[in-house]
């Protein structure tokens, strides 16, 4: 059981040492959190302050996720956002 809890967390500090994460910005009442491991794969969190709807998105291409936050940037923060109008 020890040596199972060891490996984990190498594995743990390994990706972690691959991981860049920054300070969640807030933009027309939405929070955004973005986290970039090993400079290729982005993870982006988004929150509404006013539902707190939350949007998780994980992508491989740079520019499908600017196109996501520029969707929700322009997108009304007071009002759910349907999963099915979601860009993917």
């Not at 910005?25 to 491991?37: A, M």
């Amino acid at each position: 059981m020890r040596k199972r809890k060891i490996v984990k967390i190498q594995n743990y500090m390994a990706t972690e040492s691959l991981l860049t994460s920054f300070q969640p910005l807030s933009r027309n009442g939405w929070l955004i959190k973005l986290s970039v491991l090993d400079n290729e794969k982005t993870l982006i969190v988004v929150m509404s302050m006013f539902t707190h709807q939350t949007i998780i998105r994980y992508f491989t291409n740079e520019v499908e996720a600017v196109h996501f936050i520029n969707f929700i940037l322009d997108s009304d923060a007071s009002v759910k956002i349907p999963s099915y109008s979601l860009p993917h």
